[in-house]
């Protein structure tokens, strides 16, 4: 199984919106309303951001969305703040009954 | 609220077995599903396997002929053992609770949280 395509890095500056895309196959991503994002801050766990494709846990904030269209989910960060700054990693379900991870994007705010 | 911790020797020989300890406390691991999940150093995330409480498993292909977890529901523990190591298996391993939604024989991965602090094996000799 290979990992899901992310673009190695995304910036933005304060204040402004921006999508990180999640890029799979029909066999992952296109295929199951199982995609999850994760943000991770250097030296700690990955922390649970969306779940379900659209769905956010209790206590993270209204700022994260997410979507999907075909095979690529989305994940949106709007009102970009200065601790927004760290990886973010997608996973999805796959056919094979396994779980993959994107390969990763750092977030830099300008 | 559940936490995980990580737990095992830190430094592996090449050739020998890498074997971790999760322990889960703050709510039972019955009922869930238990990943262990690896991060190379400056890489992503990998998703080596998880485990039911009642024993079921699956594995990431490419490491399926290696990896073996267990799980130990009266000490509410689950293990990890990776066989043949090498450099390349040098990671961080974290485990973390899996929701799954079940349908008839399919186990359907949903999400991982939450997960441990994460433990560094490093594989030297």
């Known amino acids: 199984q290979s990992a899901l395509t992310q673009p190695a890095s995304v910036s933005g500056s304060p204040g402004q919106s921006i999508t990180i895309s999640c890029t799979g196959t029909s066999s992952d991503v296109g295929g199951y309303n199982y995609v999850s994002w994760y943000q991770q801050h250097p030296g700690k766990a990955p922390k649970l951001m969306i779940y379900?494709?659209?769905n956010r846990p209790s206590g993270v904030s209204n700022r994260f969305s997410g979507s999907k269209s075909g095979n690529t989910a989305s994940l949106t960060i709007s009102g970009l703040q200065a601790e927004d700054e760290a990886d973010y990693y997608c996973s999805s379900y796959t056919s094979s009954s396994t779980g993959v991870f994107g390969t990763g994007t750092k977030v830099t705010v300008l | 609220q559940v936490q995980l911790q990580e737990s095992g020797p830190g430094l592996v020989k090449p050739s020998e077995t890498l074997s971790l300890t999760c322990t889960v406390s703050g709510g039972s691991i019955s009922s869930y599903y238990w990943s262990w999940i690896r991060q190379p150093p400056g890489k992503g995330l990998e998703w080596i396997g998880y485990i039911y409480y009642s024993g079921s498993t699956n594995y990431n292909p490419s490491l399926k002929s290696r990896v073996t977890i267990s799980v130990d529901t009266s000490k509410n523990q689950f293990s990890l053992k990776l066989s043949s190591v090498t450099a390349a298996d040098t990671a961080v391993y974290y485990c973390?609770?899996?929701?799954?939604?079940?349908?008839?024989?399919?186990?359907?991965?949903?999400?991982?949280?939450?997960w441990g602090q994460g433990t560094l094996v490093t594989v030297s000799s």
């Open positions: 973390a609770r899996t929701q799954t939604m079940v349908r008839g024989v399919i186990s359907f991965i949903n999400w991982f949280d939450p």
């Open positions: 379900d494709v659209s």
